[in-house]
């Protein structure tokens, strides 16, 4: 299975007074990572956002297993568990060398920027993503 990892530097910014990194600031360094992965892939913001399409987490769960601190260098992963029609489901995690210091699965939906209901992902992202998720299988 295709995984995407990004380096990451935890700064004073991310960090609360005790020099720990504010547990929120997780989700972002993996919504950052997902944006970057969709860049990787061809599909930045404006690509998405000309074919009328936004992603929108619906749900997150979210496991905190050991702080990260003050000029940490990080590695923060991306791997598809399941792609819908509609949605992603991602499997992320954050890492300090070899220990996993967090860990999520996030539901992303696709969504129309115009009603912000559901839509289907535009095909050719749809293919791009299987094509990663399935090396050397041809895309449909």
Not at 61 to 69: F, G, L
Not at 85 to 114: M, P, S, W
Request: with cysteine.
């Amino acid at each position: 299975m295709f995984q995407y990892q990004m380096p990451l530097r935890v700064y004073i910014e991310d960090t609360d007074a005790g020099g720990i990194v504010y547990y929120v600031n997780y989700l972002k360094f993996m919504e950052r990572a997902r944006t970057e992965w969709l860049r990787q892939a061809g599909f930045d913001f404006t690509t998405l956002y000309k074919a009328h399409c936004i992603f929108v987490v619906k749900h997150a769960d979210i496991d905190y297993i050991s702080p990260a601190r003050m000029d940490d260098l990080l590695q923060v992963t991306v791997s598809i568990d399941k792609m819908a029609r509609t949605y992603i489901r991602f499997r992320q995690a954050v890492r300090r060398e070899n220990d996993i210091l967090c860990e999520a699965v996030l539901k992303v939906g696709c969504v129309d920027q115009r009603t912000m209901r559901p839509t289907p992902m535009p095909g050719e992202l749809k293919s791009v993503i299987e094509q990663k998720n399935n090396p050397g299988m041809p895309t449909k």
